[in-house]
């Protein structure tokens, strides 16, 4: 008989009919938000799991699945994952890279032009009907051709944007990361690494692009926002968490800096009601690879992990290598 999968969440139905083709497929298709125990008892018979980043994996939802091999994770990021537990019970998990580097390096650039330029803040005061004359310094914000871009994460992402600021926009590029890029790919982004203070204080506008981690746990707190100019900008399309959300509108209402843009919150969908009444800051709902083309080859991607892994081939894009032959046939 063929395996079991779950697809834990909605997604695009023809992606589902494709699942159908090579395994028993139990979906979601009205999207309900399953409790951690609805989703183990979910996982109870089944051999693989489709899930979107915000079910979380650990050590007690694998004990309650043991025949569970694969997790493939609609996202490039999967901090939803308990990846020493997987590995320790011999489950695999797979993520989305690549396929959606472009697609979220556009949107980084979006957030930040829309973030720079007030874009969101002058919408609303056209709206609601208050603007009515002219004025030298309405909505006046800062540039972004000729600035300085401080990027904190340069993988595959963060050098998307790098490109996009140093060619497009005649941006000065520094970045900050773990290890610094071979001297090949800082050639090509345009980009030159600094230590993490530096890059905060000589950098107009700072875009966060790196994966969360307990190490990488607010990153941008207090302590950092007062190395910012007053004049900066805050971009994160990272992850919530990786900024300290109230700390952040603190700073913002004080004006210590000048905006922030915010794709990614901590605890969300929950926004802290701090960012809600700020007006500088231009906010949007975890959207950054939400494109149609990018959605679906992020969902075929996840799609084909389970169909070679539990075809017994190897999967395409792994998190982990777990010891094969711990789990239940
Ligand atoms: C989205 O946040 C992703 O990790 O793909
Ligand atoms: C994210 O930072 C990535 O490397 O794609």
């Known amino acids: 008989s063929k395996p079991r999968i779950l697809v834990a969440r909605a997604i695009f139905p023809d992606i589902v009919d494709r699942l159908r083709a090579h395994f028993d497929v139990e979906d979601n298709p009205d999207d309900v938000i ?3 125990a609805e989703l183990a008892a979910r996982l109870a018979d089944k ?5 979107t ?9 694998l004990a309650a699945a043991p025949r569970l091999k694969i997790c493939a994770n609609m996202a490039v990021g999967y901090n939803n994952f308990d990846v020493d537990a997987m590995t320790a019970a011999g489950v695999l998990g797979t993520n989305t890279p690549d396929v959606l580097t472009e697609t979220t390096a556009d949107f980084g650039f979006a957030l930040l032009m829309a973030t720079a330029r007030r874009m969101t803040e002058s919408e609303h005061y056209l709206r609601a009907g208050k603007w009515t004359k002219w004025s030298y310094d309405m909505f006046a914000g800062s540039d972004i051709h000729g600035s300085t871009l401080g990027i904190i994460g340069m993988g595959r992402i963060g050098q998307g944007i790098a490109k996009r ?10 970045y900050h990361n773990r290890s ?22 000589t950098a107009d506008h700072v ?3 790196v994966p969360y ?34 700390a952040l509108a603190v700073a913002l209402r004080e004006g210590r800096i000048a905006a922030a843009g915010l794709d990614v919150f901590e605890g969300e969908p929950s926004v802290h009601p701090d960012l809600l009444t700020v007006p500088n800051v231009v906010l949007t709902p975890h959207i950054a ?6 959605r679906r080859a992020m969902a075929n991607l996840a799609a084909d992990n389970l169909i070679a892994f539990l075809g017994g081939r190897a999967p395409l894009t792994p998190v982990n290598q777990p010891v094969p032959g711990l789990r239940a046939q």
């Open 165 to 174: 600021g140093a060619h497009g926009f005649g941006m000065k590029v520094v």
């Open 289 to 294: 690879s939400a494109t149609v083309p990018t």
């Open 47 to 51: 051999d693989g799991v489709l899930t």
């Open 180 to 201: 610094r890029l071979s001297a090949d790919l800082e050639a090509e982004c345009k980009a030159t690494y600094v230590g993490k203070e530096d890059l905060l204080r």
């Open 53 to 61: 980043g915000s079910q979380r994996v650990d050590a007690a939802l």
């Open 207 to 209: 875009v966060l692009v």
């Open 34 to 36: 399953w409790t951690p």
């Open 213 to 246: 981690s307990a190490a990488s746990h607010h990153t941008i707190g207090a302590a950092e926002l007062a190395l910012m100019k007053p004049t900066a900008t805050l971009i994160n399309i990272a992850r919530g968490g990786i900024v300290d959300d109230a």
